[in-house]
C-alpha cells in the first residue's frame, strides 16, 4: 500500500470516529485526497479535507481540521499529525519508519518502485510504427523513446504490456515506394527508366537498389513492371525493416510484435470490419469511394475508407481493421498509440470508431509528441542531406549516444515542443543532467567499493543512527519512486522520471557534502555502515529510475 493510501485510510478512520462520537457532523461523501504541502515546514504529506467538508458540515475549516488531526489512529508511519489555516492537516512521517525503509529498499533490489495499479490489465502500446520506406529521422526519435519508457512503466505498475510497431506496409507510401525502387534497380543495372510522379527522393532507394542487383542479380530487368515489384518487394521490405529494427534496438527499443497491415487485407478483416459497420449503417458511397459515416457519432465530416477507383483502402480504412483486431480479436484492455503531432487530427476520429464498436472511447489512449528542434552551440539547426547535416536516428545516436537522446527526449511532456542541445549532451560536467545522474550512480558505486577495499561491512547496521537532517531527506527522495512509478502510469507520463532522477541526484549531491560515508575512524565505523547502507538504498533507487527510462547504470565514468 503506498504511503498515501495509508495516510487516506487514516483520515478516513479519524472521520468516522468525530462523527460517530459527534464532535463533527454529517458531511457527505468527499474524496480525501493526500498530497504533498507547498511547504517543507507543513510536513511531508497534507489534506485540504477540512476545505471541502466545510460547506455541509456548516463549520469553520480550522474547526473541522483541529478535530480530524486529534482523532487520526496511531501508526508507526506517523511522527506527528498537526493542523494548519485555512483548512489542513498536516501528516510528518515519523522518524524510525524512515530508518527502517533504508533495510526495505536493499531487500526490494531491481523490484523497489514497482506498484500493483495495474492489477495484470493488458496494455498494448504502439509507437513509432513508421512507414517502411527508409531510415528512421530524428523526428522519429522522439516518439520511439516515450514508447518504450511508457511501457516500461506500465509494467513497473503490474500491467501486462505488449509493445508493438504497426508496419504500414499496404497503403498508397509503398506503391510509390515500389514504384521509386523500380526505376532505381533498371537504372543502377544501365537502363533509362525515368523516376515515376510523385517519387521517393534521397539516396536510400538507390543504394538499396544496387544492393538488390548486387545480391538478387538481374533477373527482375527482363520482368514486367509488376512482375520485377513483385519479385524485389519482399526482400526490399525485409531489409528497410532490418535496418529501422536494428536502428531501434541502439536507441535501446524492442518490441514484443511487428504487425503488417498487409495481413490485414490478406486474412479478410479488413472486408469483415467494413461489412459490420455497413451492416450497423456506418458505411456510405458517395462520389465512386466508401466513407465512414462519423457525423452520425457527432464528428464534423465523414472519412473515405476506400477511395475511388482502384486507390484501395485509406491509412483509416486499415486503422478501421487494426484496432477492431486489437480489442475484440486480441482483446487488450486498453490500447495507446503513440504518434506524432502531425495525427491531431486523427484523434475524434478513433474515439468515434470505438464508439462505432460500441466500446468505451477512453480504452484507447492516443499521445501526440510534438517535434523536436535541433541546436549546436548555440545555433538552430536545419536537416539536410544535401548539406551535410545529421538526419538519421543513427547519425544522432553517433554523435551523443543512445542515454543522453533518451534522458533528454523523456525530459518534457510529449505535448511541449523541446529544444535539443546537442553541445550540451556531450558535455561530461554538472551543467548535463544525463552525465550528473550517471555520475550520480557511478560515485555511489565506487563509495560501496572503497568500503570494500577497506573491508568495512554493512551487512547489518543500526539505522537509529541516521538522524542527519541531509540523510533523513535522501531516504524521504528515495521513497518517493513508488509513487512518481505510480502516477507516471495513471497518467501515460513517462517525463516524471528524469526530473526524479535529477531531484535524488541534487539530494544525493547535498548529504555527502555534509555527511562522511567512508570513515577508518573506528570511533565512526557504525555510522559508516549506516551510511553505506543508505547509499546502497539511493544506488538501488536510482539504477532502477534509469532503467525504467531504458538507460544503462554505470559503476564507473
Not at 235 to 262: A, C, N, P
Not at 306 to 334: N, Q, V
Request: aromatic residues 8%; contains cysteine.
Amino acid at each position: 500500500m503506498q504511503i498515501t493510501d495509508t495516510l487516506a485510510k487514516l483520515v478516513s478512520e479519524a472521520l468516522e470516529s468525530t462523527q460517530y462520537s459527534g464532535s463533527l457532523p454529517a458531511g457527505g461523501d468527499v474524496e480525501i485526497k493526500i498530497e504533498r504541502p507547498k511547504l517543507a515546514e507543513h510536513g511531508d504529506f497534507s489534506t485540504s479535507l477540512p476545505l471541502a467538508l466545510a460547506r455541509t458540515m456548516r463549520m469553520a475549516p480550522m474547526q473541522i481540521a483541529e478535530a480530524i488531526a486529534a482523532a487520526v489512529p496511531e501508526h508507526h508511519m506517523v511522527g506527528a499529525v498537526t493542523h494548519a489555516a485555512p483548512g489542513f492537516v498536516n501528516f510528518t512521517l515519523s522518524t524510525e519508519w524512515l530508518q527502517s525503509q533504508v533495510d526495505a529498499v536493499r531487500s526490494a533490489g531491481e523490484d523497489y518502485g514497482s506498484v500493483d495499479v495495474g492489477a495484470g490489465q493488458s496494455v498494448q502500446v504502439e509507437f513509432v510504427s513508421v512507414n517502411p520506406t527508409g531510415p528512421l529521422h530524428v523526428g522519429h526519435a522522439r516518439g520511439a523513446v516515450i514508447g518504450s519508457s511508457l511501457a516500461n512503466v506500465l509494467e513497473a505498475a503490474g500491467y501486462d504490456v505488449q509493445r508493438e510497431y504497426y508496419v504500414n506496409d499496404a497503403g498508397n507510401q509503398m506503391r510509390v515506394f515500389y514504384d521509386t525502387l523500380y526505376s532505381r534497380y533498371m537504372q543502377a543495372a544501365g537502363h533509362d527508366v525515368p523516376l515515376p510522379d510523385p517519387a521517393y527522393p534521397g539516396e536510400y532507394l538507390q543504394d538499396l537498389a544496387a544492393d538488390l542487383l548486387k545480391d538478387l542479380g538481374d533477373g527482375a530487368v527482363s520482368k514486367e513492371k509488376s512482375e520485377a515489384i513483385a519479385e524485389l518487394a519482399p526482400e526490399s521490405l525485409k531489409r528497410t525493416l532490418e535496418q529501422i529494427r536494428g536502428v531501434l534496438e541502439l536507441l535501446g527499443v524492442s518490441y514484443d510484435q511487428w504487425f503488417h497491415e498487409s495481413t490485414l487485407l490478406s486474412s479478410g478483416r479488413f472486408d469483415e470490419v467494413l461489412n459490420f459497420l455497413q451492416d450497423a449503417d456506418l458505411i456510405v458511397e458517395r462520389d465512386g469511394a466508401k466513407w465512414f459515416a462519423a457525423t452520425k457519432l457527432g464528428l464534423e465530416e465523414d472519412i473515405v475508407v476506400i477511395r475511388s477507383g482502384e486507390g484501395g483502402p485509406t491509412y483509416f480504412g486499415t486503422d478501421i481493421a487494426y484496432h477492431h483486431e486489437k480489442f475484440l480479436e486480441r482483446k487488450f484492455d486498453r490500447v495507446i498509440n503513440v504518434w506524432g503531432a502531425d495525427h491531431h487530427g486523427h484523434v475524434a476520429r478513433m474515439h468515434a470508431l470505438l464508439k462505432a464498436f460500441g466500446l468505451d472511447p477512453d480504452r484507447l489512449t492516443i499521445i501526440l509528441n510534438q517535434i523536436v528542434n535541433f541546436k549546436n552551440e548555440g545555433e538552430s539547426l536545419k536537416f539536410s542531406k544535401r548539406n551535410n547535416v545529421m538526419v538519421t536516428v543513427e547519425e544522432l545516436l553517433e554523435e551523443v549516444g543512445a542515454d543522453a537522446c533518451r534522458f533528454t527526449f523523456l525530459s518534457r511532456s510529449p505535448e511541449s515542443h523541446m529544444e535539443f542541445d546537442l553541445g550540451l549532451a556531450k558535455t561530461q560536467s554538472s551543467e548535463n543532467p544525463v552525465y550528473y545522474v550517471q555520475y550520480g550512480h557511478a560515485r555511489m558505486a565506487s563509495v560501496l567499493r572503497t568500503a570494500a577495499e577497506r573491508e568495512i561491512t554493512y551487512e547489518t547496521a543500526d539505522l537509529s543512527l541516521l538522524v542527519h537532517d541531509r540523510e533523513l531527506e535522501l531516504i524521504r527522495k528515495i521513497i518517493e519512486l513508488p509513487a512518481i512509478v505510480e502516477r507516471s502510469a495513471e497518467r501515460n507520463e513517462p517525463h516524471h522520471l528524469p526530473h526524479y532522477a535529477m531531484e535524488l541526484s541534487r539530494s544525493l549531491q547535498r548529504f555527502y557534502e555534509d555527511c562522511r560515508v567512508v570513515s577508518s575512524e573506528k570511533s565512526e565505523l557504525e555510522i559508516s555502515r549506516a551510511r553505506l547502507q543508505l547509499v546502497e538504498a539511493a544506488k538501488v533507487a536510482l539504477s532502477r529510475t534509469l532503467t525504467l527510462m531504458g538507460m544503462s547504470s554505470p559503476d564507473r565514468m
